[in-house]
Protein backbone atom coordinates (compact mmCIF):
# COMPACT_ATOMS: atom_id res chain seq x y z
CA UNK A 1 0.00 0.00 0.00
CA UNK A 2 1.08 3.56 -0.88
CA UNK A 3 1.57 5.90 2.43
CA UNK A 4 0.18 9.40 1.86
CA UNK A 5 3.00 11.74 3.60
CA UNK A 6 0.92 13.92 5.52
CA UNK A 7 -0.85 12.28 8.17
CA UNK A 8 -3.64 14.87 7.61
CA UNK A 9 -7.30 13.92 6.73
CA UNK A 10 -8.13 11.49 4.10
CA UNK A 11 -8.34 12.70 0.84
CA UNK A 12 -11.71 12.26 -0.78
CA UNK A 13 -11.65 11.49 -4.45
CA UNK A 14 -14.55 11.04 -7.22
CA UNK A 15 -13.80 9.64 -10.75
CA UNK A 16 -16.47 10.98 -13.67
CA UNK A 17 -16.48 8.49 -16.48
CA UNK A 18 -16.33 4.68 -15.60
CA UNK A 19 -15.09 3.28 -19.17
CA UNK A 20 -11.64 2.00 -19.82
CA UNK A 21 -9.59 4.33 -17.87
CA UNK A 22 -12.64 5.45 -15.21
CA UNK A 23 -12.47 2.08 -13.99
CA UNK A 24 -8.83 2.08 -13.26
CA UNK A 25 -8.86 5.32 -11.73
CA UNK A 26 -11.48 4.14 -9.00
CA UNK A 27 -9.98 0.88 -8.38
CA UNK A 28 -6.25 2.24 -7.93
CA UNK A 29 -7.49 5.72 -5.89
CA UNK A 30 -9.63 2.79 -3.67
CA UNK A 31 -6.26 1.03 -2.87
CA UNK A 32 -4.17 3.69 -2.24
CA UNK A 33 -3.82 4.58 1.91
CA UNK A 34 -5.08 8.19 2.73
CA UNK A 35 -7.55 8.41 -0.42
CA UNK A 36 -11.29 7.83 0.37
CA UNK A 37 -13.46 7.17 -2.79
CA UNK A 38 -16.34 8.50 -2.13
CA UNK A 39 -17.74 7.93 -5.98
CA UNK A 40 -17.80 7.63 -9.33
CA UNK A 41 -20.10 9.24 -12.32
CA UNK A 42 -21.93 8.06 -15.22
CA UNK A 43 -24.97 8.29 -17.19
CA UNK A 44 -24.18 4.29 -17.97
CA UNK A 45 -25.74 3.06 -14.94
CA UNK A 46 -24.18 -0.20 -15.88
CA UNK A 47 -20.85 1.21 -15.85
CA UNK A 48 -21.18 2.61 -11.95
CA UNK A 49 -22.86 -0.30 -10.98
CA UNK A 50 -19.78 -2.44 -11.92
CA UNK A 51 -17.70 0.10 -10.90
CA UNK A 52 -19.89 0.36 -7.17
CA UNK A 53 -20.43 -3.43 -7.00
CA UNK A 54 -16.69 -4.10 -7.25
CA UNK A 55 -15.04 -1.46 -4.78
CA UNK A 56 -18.08 -0.75 -2.37
CA UNK A 57 -17.98 3.38 -2.96
CA UNK A 58 -20.91 5.21 -3.39
CA UNK A 59 -22.41 5.76 -7.82
CA UNK A 60 -23.68 9.25 -9.31
CA UNK A 61 -25.71 9.82 -12.95
CA UNK A 62 -24.25 12.61 -13.05
CA UNK A 63 -21.27 15.10 -11.87
CA UNK A 64 -23.63 18.03 -9.87
CA UNK A 65 -24.53 14.89 -7.33
CA UNK A 66 -20.50 13.68 -7.14
CA UNK A 67 -19.76 16.70 -6.04
CA UNK A 68 -22.62 17.30 -3.96
CA UNK A 69 -21.24 14.50 -2.06
CA UNK A 70 -18.28 16.41 -1.20
CA UNK A 71 -15.30 15.87 -2.90
CA UNK A 72 -11.61 16.97 -2.43
CA UNK A 73 -10.21 16.06 -5.98
CA UNK A 74 -11.45 14.65 -9.32
CA UNK A 75 -10.22 12.40 -11.93
CA UNK A 76 -11.93 13.46 -15.33
CA UNK A 77 -12.05 9.89 -18.06
CA UNK A 78 -15.05 11.18 -19.58
CA UNK A 79 -14.98 10.99 -23.40
CA UNK A 80 -12.72 14.08 -24.20
CA UNK A 81 -14.93 16.42 -25.93
CA UNK A 82 -16.47 16.76 -22.02
CA UNK A 83 -13.59 17.46 -20.37
CA UNK A 84 -13.96 20.77 -20.26
CA UNK A 85 -17.56 21.81 -18.99
CA UNK A 86 -16.54 19.35 -16.48
CA UNK A 87 -13.57 20.37 -15.07
CA UNK A 88 -14.84 23.81 -15.08
CA UNK A 89 -17.65 23.01 -13.63
CA UNK A 90 -15.30 21.08 -10.71
CA UNK A 91 -13.15 23.50 -10.50
CA UNK A 92 -15.49 26.37 -9.81
CA UNK A 93 -16.23 23.84 -6.92
CA UNK A 94 -12.66 24.54 -5.73
CA UNK A 95 -12.08 21.05 -6.52
CA UNK A 96 -8.34 19.69 -7.63
CA UNK A 97 -8.61 18.22 -10.96
CA UNK A 98 -6.90 15.25 -12.74
CA UNK A 99 -7.73 15.27 -16.19
CA UNK A 100 -7.03 12.59 -18.70
CA UNK A 101 -4.95 13.18 -21.51
CA UNK A 102 -5.17 15.14 -23.76
CA UNK A 103 -6.44 17.73 -21.73
CA UNK A 104 -8.96 18.91 -23.91
CA UNK A 105 -10.31 18.43 -27.70
CA UNK A 106 -8.89 22.43 -28.80
CA UNK A 107 -5.98 24.36 -27.54
CA UNK A 108 -8.77 27.24 -26.18
CA UNK A 109 -10.66 25.06 -24.37
CA UNK A 110 -7.17 23.47 -22.38
CA UNK A 111 -6.29 27.34 -22.06
CA UNK A 112 -9.37 27.87 -20.57
CA UNK A 113 -9.21 25.06 -18.05
CA UNK A 114 -5.35 26.06 -16.74
CA UNK A 115 -6.38 29.38 -16.23
CA UNK A 116 -9.49 28.52 -14.24
CA UNK A 117 -7.29 26.41 -11.77
CA UNK A 118 -4.86 29.03 -11.48
CA UNK A 119 -7.56 31.44 -10.74
CA UNK A 120 -9.32 29.13 -8.16
CA UNK A 121 -6.16 27.77 -6.87
CA UNK A 122 -6.40 24.03 -7.02
CA UNK A 123 -4.31 21.94 -8.39
CA UNK A 124 -4.53 20.69 -12.53
CA UNK A 125 -2.82 17.42 -13.38
CA UNK A 126 -3.19 16.19 -16.99
CA UNK A 127 -3.18 12.01 -17.30
CA UNK A 128 0.26 11.62 -19.39
CA UNK A 129 0.84 7.93 -17.78
CA UNK A 130 3.28 7.16 -19.70
CA UNK A 131 5.50 9.36 -18.22
CA UNK A 132 5.33 6.62 -15.28
CA UNK A 133 5.78 3.86 -17.11
CA UNK A 134 8.98 2.45 -15.95
CA UNK A 135 10.30 1.77 -18.76
CA UNK A 136 9.98 5.38 -20.08
CA UNK A 137 11.54 6.23 -16.82
CA UNK A 138 14.34 4.34 -17.26
CA UNK A 139 15.16 5.65 -20.74
CA UNK A 140 15.17 9.48 -19.19
CA UNK A 141 17.40 8.18 -16.90
CA UNK A 142 19.70 6.99 -19.47
CA UNK A 143 19.31 10.35 -21.52
CA UNK A 144 20.73 12.07 -18.08
CA UNK A 145 23.30 14.69 -19.27
CA UNK A 146 23.59 12.75 -22.94
CA UNK A 147 23.65 14.61 -26.00
CA UNK A 148 20.13 13.51 -27.62
CA UNK A 149 20.33 13.52 -31.94
CA UNK A 150 17.06 11.63 -32.79
CA UNK A 151 14.20 10.07 -31.22
CA UNK A 152 11.98 6.92 -33.07
CA UNK A 153 8.84 5.95 -31.37
CA UNK A 154 5.98 3.86 -33.15
CA UNK A 155 2.61 3.33 -31.03
CA UNK A 156 0.54 0.85 -33.17
CA UNK A 157 -2.40 -1.42 -32.75
CA UNK A 158 -5.45 -2.54 -33.93
CA UNK A 159 -8.56 -0.38 -34.43
CA UNK A 160 -10.29 0.12 -30.99
CA UNK A 161 -13.55 -1.55 -30.56
CA UNK A 162 -15.47 1.85 -29.80
CA UNK A 163 -16.07 4.31 -32.15
CA UNK A 164 -15.17 7.65 -31.52
CA UNK A 165 -14.89 10.92 -33.29
CA UNK A 166 -11.01 11.26 -32.24
CA UNK A 167 -8.08 9.99 -34.67
CA UNK A 168 -4.77 8.80 -34.13
CA UNK A 169 -3.06 12.05 -33.58
CA UNK A 170 -5.12 12.69 -31.25
CA UNK A 171 -5.42 9.93 -29.21
CA UNK A 172 -2.13 8.44 -29.43
CA UNK A 173 0.33 10.51 -31.26
CA UNK A 174 0.06 13.00 -28.20
CA UNK A 175 2.01 10.30 -25.69
CA UNK A 176 4.56 10.61 -27.49
CA UNK A 177 4.67 14.37 -28.07
CA UNK A 178 4.44 14.58 -25.02
CA UNK A 179 7.39 11.73 -24.27
CA UNK A 180 9.32 14.01 -26.87
CA UNK A 181 9.27 17.23 -25.30
CA UNK A 182 10.19 15.43 -21.86
CA UNK A 183 12.94 13.39 -22.80
CA UNK A 184 14.62 16.71 -24.90
CA UNK A 185 14.02 19.35 -21.98
CA UNK A 186 13.08 21.66 -25.51
CA UNK A 187 9.96 22.40 -27.79
CA UNK A 188 8.68 21.39 -30.74
CA UNK A 189 9.80 23.83 -33.20
CA UNK A 190 9.33 22.59 -36.44
CA UNK A 191 6.78 19.47 -37.57
CA UNK A 192 6.28 17.99 -40.88
CA UNK A 193 2.99 15.70 -40.36
CA UNK A 194 1.65 13.06 -42.76
CA UNK A 195 -1.69 11.48 -41.87
CA UNK A 196 -4.70 9.64 -43.78
CA UNK A 197 -7.85 7.99 -42.88
CA UNK A 198 -7.86 4.62 -44.35
CA UNK A 199 -11.17 2.81 -42.30
CA UNK A 200 -12.15 5.74 -40.21
CA UNK A 201 -13.93 9.34 -40.49
CA UNK A 202 -10.31 10.58 -38.75
CA UNK A 203 -7.18 10.18 -39.08
CA UNK A 204 -6.60 6.43 -38.44
CA UNK A 205 -2.75 6.52 -39.76
CA UNK A 206 -0.04 9.20 -39.03
CA UNK A 207 4.06 9.78 -39.63
CA UNK A 208 4.77 12.85 -37.53
CA UNK A 209 8.44 13.99 -38.43
CA UNK A 210 9.55 17.20 -35.73
CA UNK A 211 12.66 19.01 -35.00
CA UNK A 212 12.72 20.79 -30.57
CA UNK A 213 14.07 23.42 -30.42
CA UNK A 214 17.31 22.49 -29.35
CA UNK A 215 17.79 20.97 -33.03
CA UNK A 216 17.10 17.17 -32.06
CA UNK A 217 15.21 15.18 -34.87
CA UNK A 218 12.22 13.13 -34.15
CA UNK A 219 9.58 10.93 -35.70
CA UNK A 220 6.22 9.21 -34.55
CA UNK A 221 4.53 6.40 -36.27
CA UNK A 222 1.69 5.80 -34.89
CA UNK A 223 -1.85 4.03 -36.85
CA UNK A 224 -4.79 1.73 -35.84
CA UNK A 225 -3.91 -0.29 -38.85
CA UNK A 226 -1.55 -2.56 -37.05
CA UNK A 227 -2.75 -6.57 -36.08
CA UNK A 228 -0.75 -6.35 -32.28
CA UNK A 229 0.21 -3.19 -29.94
CA UNK A 230 3.74 -2.23 -30.20
CA UNK A 231 5.15 1.05 -28.11
CA UNK A 232 8.53 1.07 -28.68
CA UNK A 233 11.68 3.98 -28.15
CA UNK A 234 14.77 4.33 -29.71
CA UNK A 235 17.09 7.38 -28.86
CA UNK A 236 20.28 8.06 -30.62
CA UNK A 237 22.90 10.00 -28.68
CA UNK A 238 26.34 10.97 -29.66
CA UNK A 239 27.27 8.10 -27.36
CA UNK A 240 24.36 5.61 -26.81
CA UNK A 241 21.21 4.16 -29.06
CA UNK A 242 18.92 3.62 -26.49
CA UNK A 243 16.26 1.09 -27.22
CA UNK A 244 12.99 0.67 -25.15
CA UNK A 245 9.96 -1.59 -25.39
CA UNK A 246 6.87 0.26 -23.31
CA UNK A 247 4.96 -3.08 -23.02
CA UNK A 248 7.66 -5.89 -22.53
CA UNK A 249 9.24 -3.07 -20.66
CA UNK A 250 12.61 -4.10 -21.38
CA UNK A 251 15.30 -1.36 -22.00
CA UNK A 252 18.90 -1.59 -23.81
CA UNK A 253 21.68 0.95 -24.58
CA UNK A 254 24.44 0.62 -26.80
CA UNK A 255 27.46 2.28 -25.93
CA UNK A 256 31.26 2.16 -25.91
CA UNK A 257 31.25 2.70 -29.64
CA UNK A 258 35.13 1.77 -31.13
CA UNK A 259 36.57 3.25 -33.87
CA UNK A 260 36.41 -0.92 -35.23
CA UNK A 261 32.60 -0.42 -35.07
CA UNK A 262 32.65 -2.95 -32.13
CA UNK A 263 30.26 -1.65 -28.87
CA UNK A 264 28.97 -2.64 -25.49
CA UNK A 265 25.62 -3.54 -24.93
CA UNK A 266 23.46 -3.72 -21.29
CA UNK A 267 19.99 -4.29 -20.55
CA UNK A 268 18.95 -1.80 -17.92
CA UNK A 269 17.51 -1.88 -15.17
CA UNK A 270 13.34 -0.96 -14.96
CA UNK A 271 11.43 -1.10 -12.06
CA UNK A 272 8.68 -2.58 -11.51
CA UNK A 273 5.78 -0.59 -10.98
CA UNK A 274 1.71 -0.32 -12.48
CA UNK A 275 2.28 3.50 -13.92
CA UNK A 276 -1.50 4.42 -13.04
CA UNK A 277 -1.18 4.16 -9.74
CA UNK A 278 2.41 6.12 -9.92
CA UNK A 279 0.36 8.86 -11.66
CA UNK A 280 -2.27 8.88 -9.22
CA UNK A 281 -0.17 8.71 -6.26
CA UNK A 282 2.22 12.35 -7.79
CA UNK A 283 -1.14 14.00 -7.94
CA UNK A 284 -2.11 13.32 -4.49
CA UNK A 285 1.17 14.51 -3.54
CA UNK A 286 0.71 17.45 -5.35
CA UNK A 287 -2.67 18.15 -3.93
CA UNK A 288 -1.47 17.53 -0.79
CA UNK A 289 1.59 19.58 -0.79
CA UNK A 290 0.33 22.38 -3.13
CA UNK A 291 2.92 21.45 -5.36
CA UNK A 292 3.25 21.64 -9.39
CA UNK A 293 2.29 18.32 -10.29
CA UNK A 294 4.55 16.38 -12.70
CA UNK A 295 2.34 16.81 -15.75
CA UNK A 296 0.57 20.34 -15.43
CA UNK A 297 -1.87 21.86 -17.81
CA UNK A 298 0.66 24.00 -19.62
CA UNK A 299 2.34 20.10 -20.36
CA UNK A 300 -0.67 19.02 -21.46
CA UNK A 301 -1.68 21.76 -23.79
CA UNK A 302 1.75 21.97 -25.48
CA UNK A 303 1.47 18.63 -26.42
CA UNK A 304 -2.16 19.16 -27.43
CA UNK A 305 -0.82 22.63 -29.34
CA UNK A 306 1.18 20.44 -31.35
CA UNK A 307 -0.53 17.35 -31.74
CA UNK A 308 -3.37 19.83 -33.30
CA UNK A 309 -0.74 21.50 -35.50
CA UNK A 310 0.21 18.38 -37.14
CA UNK A 311 -3.81 17.76 -38.34
CA UNK A 312 -3.33 21.65 -39.78
CA UNK A 313 -5.46 22.69 -36.77
CA UNK A 314 -4.24 25.85 -35.02
CA UNK A 315 -5.57 28.56 -32.78
CA UNK A 316 -6.43 31.38 -35.01
CA UNK A 317 -4.90 34.21 -32.30
CA UNK A 318 -1.85 32.19 -32.72
CA UNK A 319 0.89 32.79 -35.22
CA UNK A 320 2.40 30.03 -37.69
CA UNK A 321 5.25 29.37 -35.71
CA UNK A 322 5.68 25.57 -37.24
CA UNK A 323 7.72 25.03 -40.76
CA UNK A 324 5.75 21.78 -41.91
CA UNK A 325 3.87 20.08 -44.74
CA UNK A 326 0.76 21.79 -43.43
CA UNK A 327 2.16 24.86 -42.00
N1 LIG B 1 -3.85 7.90 -20.41
C1 LIG B 1 -4.13 6.95 -21.28
O1 LIG B 1 -3.30 6.12 -21.63
C2 LIG B 1 -5.51 6.85 -21.84
C3 LIG B 1 -5.95 5.68 -22.44
C4 LIG B 1 -7.25 5.62 -22.91
C5 LIG B 1 -8.06 6.73 -22.80
N2 LIG B 1 -7.60 7.86 -22.22
C6 LIG B 1 -8.47 9.05 -22.10
O2 LIG B 1 -9.44 8.79 -21.11
C7 LIG B 1 -10.69 9.38 -21.49
C8 LIG B 1 -11.73 8.28 -21.51
O3 LIG B 1 -11.33 7.29 -22.43
P1 LIG B 1 -11.84 5.77 -22.27
O4 LIG B 1 -11.03 4.97 -23.23
O5 LIG B 1 -11.88 5.37 -20.86
O6 LIG B 1 -13.32 5.93 -22.86
P2 LIG B 1 -14.59 4.99 -22.59
O7 LIG B 1 -15.49 5.23 -23.74
O8 LIG B 1 -14.17 3.62 -22.27
O9 LIG B 1 -15.24 5.62 -21.27
C9 LIG B 1 -15.84 6.88 -21.23
C10 LIG B 1 -16.93 6.83 -20.18
O10 LIG B 1 -17.46 8.15 -20.05
C11 LIG B 1 -18.85 8.02 -19.87
N3 LIG B 1 -19.55 9.25 -20.17
C12 LIG B 1 -20.16 9.63 -21.32
N4 LIG B 1 -20.77 10.82 -21.15
C13 LIG B 1 -20.51 11.20 -19.88
C14 LIG B 1 -20.89 12.32 -19.11
N5 LIG B 1 -21.63 13.32 -19.61
N6 LIG B 1 -20.50 12.37 -17.82
C15 LIG B 1 -19.74 11.39 -17.29
N7 LIG B 1 -19.36 10.29 -17.97
C16 LIG B 1 -19.75 10.20 -19.25
C17 LIG B 1 -19.25 6.88 -20.78
O11 LIG B 1 -20.51 6.33 -20.41
C18 LIG B 1 -18.10 5.90 -20.53
O12 LIG B 1 -18.36 5.03 -19.47
C19 LIG B 1 -10.44 10.04 -22.84
O13 LIG B 1 -10.17 11.40 -22.67
C20 LIG B 1 -9.21 9.35 -23.38
O14 LIG B 1 -8.45 10.17 -24.24
C21 LIG B 1 -6.36 7.94 -21.72
Known amino acids: MTKIQDGGASLRVGVIGCGVMGKNHARVFSELTGVTLVGVADPDVEQVEFVTSR ?18 ALTIAAPTQLHTPIALQAIARGVHVLVE ?14 DAAAKAGVTLMVGHVERFNPAVQSIKEALAGEDILSIQITRVGPFPPRMSDIGVVIDL ?8 RWFTGSEIAEI ?16 LQFRTASGVLAHIN ?11 VHVATRNKYITGDLITRQVTECFDYKPDGSYSMRHLSVAYAEPLRAELVAFVEAVRSKSAPVVGGADGLASLDIAM ?9 QPKRVAGLRG
Not at 59 to 69: K, P, Q
Not at 192 to 207: C, G, M, Y
Not at 222 to 232: D, E, H, I, Q, Y
Open 55 to 72: LGCGGFASLDALLDAGID
Open 101 to 114: KPIAQLVEEGTRII
Open 173 to 180: AVHDIDLI
Open 192 to 207: QPQTNSIHAAREDIAL
Open 222 to 232: TNWLTPFKART
Open 309 to 317: RCLGERPAS
